[in-house]
């Protein structure tokens, strides 16, 4: 069957909350995807910032084949090795002291929201306590998830969501005092705003809030499902600014396309919040997505990952920069490591179209701003190839 006739099936068959781009990807290999056709993508996408190990590391994908022969699934019922080696390797890549895994990123939310409203009730045997959240963030699609992601657009068809929600500006401090009250048991922000248009959290507010969090026994809530697991140079990039949050999020780069997440937990949260039958997952941490993650981990190592991520993410901060000066269309560059956005004063699908038809693949965040989050296993010499094929696509719309 021929791409078209494919494309056609799907839009025929799936539910329609993509406006999906017109190829169907079959294979990938080193830092490149290929469609049916054969065509050749180099990919500064990363199946959004998940495929932090590009397509060919061999390690990765033997221990899924020797897991897949092992067991697959066994529930939460029972103890398996790997979920217990990669808990151990993830508590020690993070400092942090208890972790669930998760399905996914917004499953990892949910815990966390949950942990955090646990932790406020066992203090008072109250449930009216709040949350305040970030303007522009983007936690994710499930309810909960959704009730903390500050984009109206996201939540107004699905209201009523969940209540007792304040939602501050992000690296507006005041903004955020002005939002506490006696209720507030949590503060949920991501270290660097990835949908939200590539927002990173400035030193002085995350230390600021941390400040308030121990002055008034609130939690913080750091969400590192995009912006962790080595993407910006740090293996979490609260590290960065040493600014240890209470419950963390993760997911995307902590499984390589492996559908998993986990939220950790600090001493006092863990201690004090979730205890058993509170929260349960049949699939979350088991033996094949585990040994997914403990291979990441360990791959991290291996490759010095986040050593690459700092050397080319400076190389690709100096390109975007040039770039950013040429176009007077581009109004803005921002972002850390193999983290970074352009933000245009025209929509950027065009570009992006363009970019596609001539080989490269990016998306966007926002109708006016191009992410790029691509393998944290790529080199300067992809950089400089996306960069003269986005210079071509920039000068057809400039």
């Not at 199946?47 to 022969?69: C, E, T």
């Not at 939602?167 to 507030?184: L, Y």
């Not at 965040?365 to 920039?394: Q, Y």
């Given at each position: ?8 099936e ?94 996914s ?13 646990k932790y ?40 009523p ?19 506490i ?21 400035e ?80 699939y ?83 109708t006016?701003?191009?992410r ?5 296993v ?13 210079s ?7």
């Amino acid at each position: 069957m021929e791409m078209k006739a494919y494309i056609e099936e799907a839009e025929k068959d799936l539910l329609h909350t993509y406006n999906r781009y017109q190829i169907v990807l079959e294979r990938g290999e080193d830092v490149y995807l290929y469609d049916l056709e054969g065509k050749k993508y180099l990919d500064f996408c990363a199946g959004i910032a998940v495929f932090a190990l590009g397509y060919s590391n061999d390690n990765y994908k033997n221990a899924l084949k020797s897991q897949i022969d092992k067991i697959i699934h066994t529930s939460n019922y029972y103890y398996n090795v790997p979920a217990i080696e990669a808990a151990k390797a993830l508590l020690k890549a993070s400092g942090m002291s208890r972790v669930f895994f998760t399905n996914s990123g917004a499953e990892a939310i949910e815990g966390a929201i949950k942990a955090a409203r646990k932790y406020a009730f066992l203090k008072d045997g109250k449930t009216d306590h709040e949350i305040i959240a970030m303007e522009h963030s983007f936690h994710g699609r499930t309810m909960g998830a959704l009730s903390v992601t500050g984009n109206p657009k996201y939540r107004e068809a699905f209201e009523p969501m969940i209540g007792n929600i304040r939602f501050a500006n992000m690296n507006d401090i005041d903004s955020v005092r002005a939002n506490i009250n006696e209720k507030t048991c949590a503060i949920i922000l991501e270290t660097v705003q990835g949908e939200g248009g590539i927002y990173p959290a400035e030193e002085g507010f995350l230390k600021e809030i941390r400040k308030i969090c121990d002055e008034k026994d609130i939690l913080l809530i750091l969400d590192e499902i995009q912006c962790g697991m080595g993407r910006t140079g740090y293996m979490f990039a609260w590290q960065k600014y040493g600014v240890k949050p209470d419950i963390m999020t993760s997911a995307k780069g902590l499984t390589c396309g492996i559908p998993g997440g986990a939220f950790l937990l600090g001493e006092k949260a863990a201690e004090n919040s979730l205890k058993a039958g509170d929260h349960g997952t049949t699939y979350g941490g088991n033996p094949l997505v585990a040994a997914a993650t403990k291979t990441v981990l360990s791959e991290y190592e291996r490759l010095d990952i986040l050593g690459n991520v700092k050397t080319v993410g400076d190389y690709l901060y100096k390109k975007l920069d040039e770039l950013a000066s040429k176009y007077d269309i581009i109004k803005a560059h921002r972002g850390i490591g193999l983290m970074q956005g352009l933000e245009f004063d025209v929509p950027v699908a065009d570009i992006i179209k363009d970019c596609m038809d001539n080989g490269l693949i990016l998306i966007n965040a926002g109708t006016n701003i191009i992410r790029f989050v691509p393998p944290l296993v790529i080199g300067e010499g992809h950089v400089d190839d996306m960069i003269k094929i986005l210079s071509a696509s920039i000068e057809k719309v400039k």
